[in-house]
């Protein structure tokens, strides 16, 4: 098997493992300098809260499967259910736009769930004076 054909085989399995995914984007954040802080947000965010959302409601844990509207859904979900905070829902949507695109942009994944999806206005109360 040539070089280039076991690359993308490689990728392709990649694309098609939420663990490995998440494990390389990981290594690649490390690589990058990010604090070891933001390497524990994303390993929560995406390796729990994220996934566990995606078995609970039957969506594809393969990154390679996803569509725009389970990203949508998994956003309503945070709003709508769990009653989370503006601030916190578009901390968790950043998170999963950065592994989106990382995989994306490393070719593991062909098409890109987060593209189109417009980052969450927080409105910032100004203080009385």
Known sequence: M??????RNQKEAIGSNFDK???IFIADR???G???RTIEWYEEVLGGYFKDYLEEHNVPLEPSRWIVSDIE????YLIHE???KPVTCKSRFSSIKAWCNFLYKKNYITDN????IAPMIIKKEIPNR
């Open 2 to 7: 040539k070089f280039d054909e076991r690359l």
């Open 73 to 76: 859904d998994y956003m309503d």
């Open 30 to 32: 490390k690589r990058m």
């Open 34 to 36: 990010c604090a070891p």
């Open 113 to 116: 769930p987060v593209t189109g």
């Open 21 to 23: 995914a998440l494990q």
């Open 82 to 84: 769990r009653n989370c």
